[in-house]
């Protein structure tokens, strides 16, 4: 699916471009963005990386990567970056993640990204099961997960290694199903 787009009340999700790496940079970049991410923060050449691979990737027959950048729709600024990865190794299930810049937090934009991105998964791209991780110290994150109608499943001991040390993850999933009656108490 080429390109993606998909709107909410305020924000939307594009493909990326080449000129969103300094939007993506004030993320990615940003000691604030990536203190409870899976890395450290990344310099402007690995941005630059990101964003082109990205770029490629979106046109990938099959594609199984969806890099997006999240934009305010009445500034079109570029707020978020979020990622759906389909996994090689579960049929119809992906898993996702996100980042918002910090000036842009506190106003409930994590928890429309998520749902942005479950809307493109089970609605677009048909899966069955979606699921998410977050660190144990980010509770920011539980909140915009369990918000946007995930379920806590557990956590991964030892994960990910992160400024030379090993970090547990707390996991979320939710099955289409789920997402199905979510919305339908949602809109009903």
């Known amino acids: 699916m080429y390109p993606v787009t998909r709107d909410d009340a305020r924000l939307s999700l594009r493909e990326l471009a080449a000129d969103d790496i300094d939007a993506v940079l004030a993320?990615?970049?940003?000691?604030?963005?990536?203190?409870?991410?899976?890395?450290?923060?990344?310099?402007r050449e690995e941005v630059e990386g990101i964003v082109s691979r990205s770029i490629v990737?979106?046109?990938?027959?099959?594609?199984?990567?969806?890099?997006?950048?999240v934009v305010e729709r009445t500034s079109t600024e570029l707020i978020g970056f979020a990622r759906l990865a389909l996994d090689p190794h579960?049929?119809?299930?992906?898993?996702?993640?996100?980042?918002?810049?910090?000036?842009?937090w506190g106003v409930g934009y994590g928890r429309e990204t998520v749902r942005?991105?479950?809307?493109?998964?089970?609605d677009d791209l048909g899966l069955h099961r979606v699921w998410a991780a977050r660190a144990p110290l980010n509770t920011d994150s539980e909140?915009?997960?369990?918000?946007?109608?995930?379920?806590?499943?557990?956590?991964i001991?030892?994960?990910?290694?992160?400024?030379?040390e090993w970090r547990d993850s707390i996991v979320y999933g939710i099955l289409h199903e789920e997402?199905?009656?979510?919305?339908?108490?949602h809109n009903g």
């Open 116 to 122: 942005l991105m479950l809307s493109l998964a089970f």
């Open 27 to 43: 993320i990615y970049g940003s000691a604030e963005a990536t203190r409870h991410l899976s890395f450290t923060p990344r310099s």
């Open 179 to 185: 997402w199905e009656a979510g919305r339908k108490a």
């Open 57 to 69: 990737s979106a046109t990938h027959t099959p594609r199984d990567e969806y890099a997006l950048a």
């Open 157 to 164: 001991r030892g994960h990910v290694q992160v400024r030379g």
């Open 143 to 155: 909140r915009i997960l369990l918000a946007a109608g995930m379920t806590e499943e557990g956590r």
């Open 90 to 104: 579960q049929p119809l299930a992906a898993t996702i993640g996100f980042a918002v810049n910090p000036g842009s």
